[in-house]
């Protein structure tokens, strides 16, 4: 129990990835005390959480492999709330992602499900209040046969089956994490919401490049000639902390909350960047292709969440891949 006056203690899992390593920023600044999750605490990859402001004082690491029930059960001790942002994400670096997992079950299934069990469990343990489970559109969006152009929202669920015979394993493994999330939930009466961002994009604090990331820098970079030009959705890391700390903090929030900023075709994206920076290679021919999903975000709307304008999440992108080197011709 935390006494009067006492800071306020939560956990985030993989403290050290992309959208993680901005919600620590965000949980320091607003004064938490926080237990961050890491696979390897000496890794240089996660040395950026120890030089965050107030880290020294506030942030402590764990060593924790998901799958690693003991380990993550002492990081979630005595904490009033977690926010489970671990998961294997694979990268877009190659066209078919999943290529590189021809054992997806161990690789990305088993830590995203048993990874998110268990940190369930050990909430349950601690007797957290809420748990706040970032989940993806993966999750939302893959259903065959949707009608083109109508809007997905929370009660759309990706067809397991559907991902399977795809061999969509990165949306299977979302699919099925956020479902046994909410299952586990009603049978055990914990409090769990979950958040289901579409590509986020901003500013990176990690020196690693994560997968989404890495879409808008090959963009830039024009490693490839030709793309299809159909429909991304983007969020700003930003807006996905705001979003994660929103649903934390309003009491009345619950279940599933997709969280998209815009959604626009590829080469509208491509051409609002070249406007701003022109010498960048960008791919030079777009394949028509009417295909990617609209969702709505009303539902996290209606809590009083706001996104900024894509032109400015594009330009602070930039201007940190032109800072860390990202851009360089290698
Ligand atoms: N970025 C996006 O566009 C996007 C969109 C929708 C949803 N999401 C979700 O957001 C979350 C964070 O993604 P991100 O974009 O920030 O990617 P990221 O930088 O690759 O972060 C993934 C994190 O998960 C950790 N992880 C993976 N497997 C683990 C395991 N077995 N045990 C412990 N930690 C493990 C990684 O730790 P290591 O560093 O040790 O590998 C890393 O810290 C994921 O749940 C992802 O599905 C991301």
Sequence with gaps: MEKLGEKRRVCVTGAG??????????LLDKGFMVHGTVRDPSDEKNAHLKKLENASENLQLFKADLLDYNAVASAIAGCEGVFHVASPVPSTKVPNPEARFPNALVELIAPAVTGTLN???A?????????????????????????????????????KEYCRTTENWYCLSKTLAES?????????????????????????LQPTVNAS??????????VRDSVENRRWSFVD??????ALLLVYEKPEASG??????????LRDVVDMLKSIYPKYDYPKTFIEVDEGSLFSTEKLKMLGWKCRRLEESLIDSVECYQDAGLLSKD
């Design 180 to 204: 046994e999330a909410l299952e586990y939930a009603e049978k055990h009466a914990l409090d769990v919401v979950t958040v289901c961002p579409c590509m986020v994009i901003g500013p990176l």
């Design 119 to 121: 940190v369930l469990k």
């Design 237 to 242: 890391v930003i807006d996905v902390v705001d």
């Design 17 to 26: 990835g992309f959208i993680a390593s901005c919600l620590v920023k965000a």
């Design 213 to 222: 990331s890495l879409f808008l820098i090959n963009l830039l970079k024009g």
């Design 256 to 265: 599933r909350y997709i969280c998209v900023s815009h959604t626009v075709k």
């Design 123 to 159: 909430c349950c343990e601690a007797k957290v209040k809420r748990v706040v489970v970032v989940s993806s559109v993966a999750a939302v969006t893959m259903i065959p046969n949707w009608p083109k152009g109508k809007v997905k929202d929370e009660n759309c669920w990706s067809d």
